[in-house]
């Protein structure tokens, strides 16, 4: 019996004793996998962390100028500072204490709202447009002189003020009709106002001009007024042209009436005429001598001799021989 309980200690305590080394086994192994991964991660942060760093540093210390646009470099620890030739398109290289002033040297194109006070003192809103550019080759001087704001500083102020006086030359009707010699005015004075500054100035244009509306409503009644009575006297002239159709027609109906007349008339009076002088003929052809000869000629014919005396009268012989007067019918 104290064998058997001998063995059951025995195993009890190898079995105690192996717990507490495969809890520490497991321990080692759970610290192991998880100080591994973070390492790795902490790294990886550290190696972005120090690109991005990197690549802003070179992005800062980098100036890329753009196809139409010319820069000039500046170094702080020079003198003069500020370079003279202009840096054409491509990326420069440069510290971050320097850098490089990049300029727009197309053309570009800005509007103005300028309220005008036309000749006959209405009040008009229009929008007016220059177009400009530095010159290229006095870029360092526009640099020196009139800084990247040189158009609020040198075109707008002239640009408003010029636009102003010469829209206020022309009356409020004439406005449209005249822009054009309005622009080509405005242009010449502010090239005029901006002579030996590096930039240039190449047009000037109206893009729009907001008319009164009292009196744009009275202009578009009065337009509405003249094509009512245009409309009218076309009218009035289809008419009249009608009616002259109508006596034309009434006219030509007439003249072939009378004409007709004239012509029947004519005819008639020729044909009379032609009888007349037919009857004429036969008059002067049938004498007494043709008739008497012409009944004797014919055969067929009986005649009734009635004797007429001295008198004209015809004689009437009686039975008893004595003459009388009377008729006398003899076969």
């Known amino acids: 019996m104290s064998k058997i309980k001998m063995d059951g200690v025995s195993n009890a305590g190898s079995e105690t004793s ?106 008009v809103q229009t929008t007016v447009t220059v177009t400009f550019r530095p010159k290229r080759a006095k870029l360092y001087d526009l640099a020196t002189q009139l ?8 075109i707008r102020p002239p640009f408003q003020t010029i636009a102003r006086s010469e829209f206020a030359k022309h009356e409020h009707n004439k406005l449209a009709k005249e822009s054009p010699a309005i622009q080509n005015d405005i242009l010449a004075k502010l090239q005029a106002a901006t002579e030996g500054k590096p930039i240039d100035i190449d047009r000037v244009s109206i893009d729009h001009i907001q008319y ?27 008419a009249l042209q009608d009616a002259e159709i109508a006596r034309t027609r009434a006219q030509g109906q007439s003249d072939a009436v009378r004409i007709n007349a004239e012509g029947e008339a004519k005819a008639i009076v020729i044909k009379g005429e032609a009888q ?31 004797p007429v005396g001295k008198d004209g009268l015809p004689i009437i012989v009686s039975t008893d021989d004595k003459p009388s007067l009377g008729a006398a019918v003899s076969r």
């Open 212 to 238: 009164d509306k009292s009196v744009t409503a009275a202009i578009s009644a009065k337009v509405a007024t003249e094509q009512q009575v245009q409309q009218k006297e076309l009218e009035v002239k289809v």
């Open 276 to 306: 007349s002088k037919a009857q004429a003929a036969i008059t002067q052809t049938l004498t007494p001598e043709y008739i008497r000869y012409k009944a004797f000629d014919n055969s067929g014919t009986r005649y009734y001799f009635v």
């Open 18 to 123: 192996e717990k507490p080394n495969r809890e520490k086994g497991n321990c080692m192994n759970s610290i192991t996998m998880e100080t591994v991964p973070r390492t790795v991660l902490s790294k990886c942060v550290v190696s972005t962390l120090v690109l991005a760093a990197m690549a802003a540093f070179v992005a800062g210390c980098t100036t890329y100028v753009k196809p139409g646009e010319q820069g000039l470099r500046y170094r702080s620890f020079h003198r003069p500072a500020l370079q003279q030739t202009a840096k054409s398109e491509g990326l420069y290289w440069r510290w971050p204490w320097n850098s490089v002033q990049v300029y727009d040297v197309t053309w570009q194109s800005k509007s103005e709202p300028v309220e005008i006070l036309t000749a006959d003192d209405l009040h």
């Open 147 to 154: 800084g990247p704001t040189y158009y609020e500083q040198v």
